[in-house]
């Protein structure tokens, strides 16, 4: 089953901690990869994780136009029986906690000591940068937090770069596996059936379009779930599931580019109905409008 969990610094609130950013979390899939909804089985969320996604916080006074994307395309997903909502309450136990803090000090420690590419960042609680990335100690908690309740859910996290350059310092091999599915299955949904361009300008309080960008949005999301009926979307999973189950026979460590090249080998005929099944889906890459980088 291809289940995926949203993680961020709202599950700290979860376990009724006071966290620098308590309603952060990851709107980068939904915008860069909305065709996630065609091919996830199940999208399970915690309570404050949905209540960040709704009442948007930081996201509504920054990209407002966003922030009813994000809403907007959860509320869909609800009704399409696609979300799973669990109160990690009953794993929070202070057995879990423990075990969490032991696996997160042991991997910072060992980050530090053998100098993995990294410099300290003073402005941050046990800060550091990788890459340019910024990282702090609550907010690496909680990411360890959200992979231990992956682990008993039996989910993948969708991640972002962050925690890949983070788990690539570490070398994770479990944990970068579910990252390269996920990769992957983002990767071949995305070029078979390309992603969509999204309407997000980042000030939609003075444009005479807003009204006509949020119905339009609203139709990409409904025609993107209608997909998911397709016998052929059905296919494309299990032959990924295939190609991903003889490849770990072989190899201890997946990635992404052998997973796409293993599915392309295996699944010409079935690649050439999808493309019949969507002539007219203009194919282009990935294109938001009016919105870079966003942080929350």
Known sequence: MNRVMLSGLSLL????EQ??????????WMITYPSTLIWVDEIIITPNIKNAIMSGYGLQKK??????????FMDLAIESNIVKMVDPKHSFTSTFFDGVDRIVNS???????????????????????IDDLHYCYPRINAFYRSLALAKEWDANILMNRQW??????LAKTKELNSIEQVKALQHIFSINIPEPRLNLESDCKTCKKESTCRNDNEKTIKTLLSYRDYDEVHEMKRQFQKTKTALLKSESRLDAASL?????????????????????????????TGVGALSV
Request: with cysteine.
């Open 164 to 169: 890949e350059v983070y788990l690539n310092r």
């Open 19 to 28: 966290s620098c950013v308590p309603c952060e979390f990851d709107p980068e």
């Open 107 to 129: 991997d910072i420690n060992a980050i530090l000591r053998n100098n993995l590419g990294i410099e300290l960042d003073k402005g941050a609680p046990n800060g550091m940068i």
């Open 260 to 288: 796409i090249r293993e599915f392309k080998g295996s699944a010409e005929r079935l690649q050439k109905q999808i493309y019949g099944i969507f002539p007219k889906v203009r194919r282009f890459s990935n294109v938001i």
């Open 63 to 72: 990209h407002p136009s966003v922030h009813e994307y994000c809403k907007m």
């Open 13 to 16: 609130a979860d376990t009724g």
